[in-house]
Structure formats: C-alpha cells, structure tokens
Nanobody
Framework: QVQLVESGGGLVQAGGSLRLSCAASGRTLSSYAMGWFRQAPGKEREFVAAITWSVPIQYYAAFVKGRFTISRDNAKNTVYLQMNSLKPEDTAVYYC????????????????????WGQGTQVTVSS
C-alpha cells in the first residue's frame, strides 16, 4: 500500500499557475506509475496526466494542450503537476494516484487501474 498526500491547491485567477505536489510513502517501490485525476461536481473523474517511475514516460489528457507538466523527484518520492494558463473549467478536486501494474499508452489513463489514492486537493480558478 502506498500513502499519498497532495498539496498545493488553492484559488487562482484565470491565466494563473499552480504547482501541485504528491508525496508518496509506504511501499513506493511497488508503484509502476503515478497519475493525476480530477473531478468536478456532477462530473465523472477524469484523467489528467501520468508518469512512470523507472523510464520517465509522461502521458497527458488531450485537454491539457501543453498547459500542464507532470514531473517526478525519485529521491523525494514526490510527483508534481505544474499547471499554467489555468481556466475556470479546470476547477475541480485533483487527486494523486498510484498503480502497481504495468501500463502503456491509453492503458495508463483508466482510474480503475490505480490502487492507491490521495485525499484530493481543491483547485478553484476564478474568471
């Protein structure tokens, strides 16, 4: 089991930036990849980005359009999501997640394949 704690959420104006952090502890070596998901009220949870721990392969949802960057610091067992040019439609609770199983391509997008989840951090973008 991996414990995940997100931080860095908050209220920003449209066009602003936030950097989310996800600190992992526990059996971190069992995780193949880390992902960021988000969920707005009344909507389904959706994939945002993911990154592998070994070979650093990054995956992004199409709606990111180059605005977000996922990165990792292996020594700190921390994954980051840098969010730039934020839009009101980015408003959601953002969740960090970890998966043990191997994935590639679109197989890394499915939330049901992730094993551990953080508590979420609220991101609110005002217009």
């Amino acid at each position: 089991q991996v414990q995940l704690v997100e931080s860095g959420g908050g209220l920003v104006q449209a066009g602003g930036s936030l950097r989310l952090s996800c600190a992992a502890s526990g059996r971190t070596l069992s995780s193949y990849a880390m992902g960021w998901f988000r969920q707005a009220p009344g909507k389904e949870r959706e994939f945002v980005a993911a990154i592998t721990w070994s070979v650093p392969i990054q995956y992004y949802a199409a709606f990111v359009k180059g605005r977000f960057t996922i990165s990792r610091d292996n020594a700190k067992n921390t994954v980051y999501l840098q969010m730039n040019s934020l839009k009101p439609e980015d408003t959601a609770v953002y969740y960090c997640a970890a998966r043990r199983s191997y994935c590639s391509g679109s197989g890394c997008y499915a939330s049901e394949s992730y094993d551990s989840w953080g508590q979420g951090t609220q991101v609110t973008v005002s217009s």
